[in-house]
């Protein structure tokens, strides 16, 4: 059995600390490296996925947009005011949205209005929120309700 050895000269607990402390650092590194290289090589084979009312998931090169008829968009009120997502929800129907459709949120506290989006749906929700005068726009990173599972964006009507 060995035992410990005393430090013959004077024990530097900076030096230790330091030394520790690099050693932290050069492995959160790696960890957030590989991290890292996971969600580029991720984002790679993902690829724009294929146009068309559902996405199969199959990469292909065209990254035209879903024509918004064919983009369903579930529009709610999350402001309080009577009206504000079968406002919304009409407007978008005259610019080509055939799929808007408008309900109440569970909250109606929110101070600005938003778009959430589902993977792959980023460019539609940029176009929908140039269209209704949105400056946010977000991933949709909860549920909806089930009869709403088929929808791919969300507008939200804030105050």
């Known amino acids: 059995m060995e035992h410990a050895h005393p430090v013959n000269g004077p024990f530097s607990w900076r030096g230790a600390a330091l030394a520790v402390a690099l050693v932290g650092v050069v492995v959160l590194a790696g960890f957030g490296g590989m991290a890292l290289l996971h969600h580029l090589s991720a984002r790679a084979t993902s690829g724009r996925l294929t146009t068309g009312h559902a996405r199969t998931g199959?990469?292909?090169?065209?990254?035209?947009?879903?024509?918004?008829?064919?983009?369903?968009?579930?529009?709610?009120?999350?402001n309080g005011f009577n009206g504000a997502a079968g406002n919304l929800a009409t407007r978008l129907a005259g610019l080509g949205y055939a799929h808007a459709i408008p309900t109440d949120a569970p909250n109606?506290?929110?101070?600005?209005?938003?778009?959430l989006f589902r993977p792959g749906w980023e460019n539609e929700a940029k176009r929908l929120a140039k269209d209704a005068h949105i400056a946010a726009i977000a991933p949709l990173d909860g549920?909806?309700?089930?009869?709403?599972?088929?929808v791919q964006l969300v507008a939200i009507v804030g105050g």
């Open 108 to 115: 109606t506290a929110y101070a600005v209005s938003l778009v």
């Open 143 to 150: 549920r909806v309700a089930r009869e709403y599972a088929h």
């Open 58 to 78: 199959k990469a292909a090169a065209d990254t035209r947009l879903v024509p918004r008829s064919r983009t369903f968009v579930l529009v709610l009120n999350g």
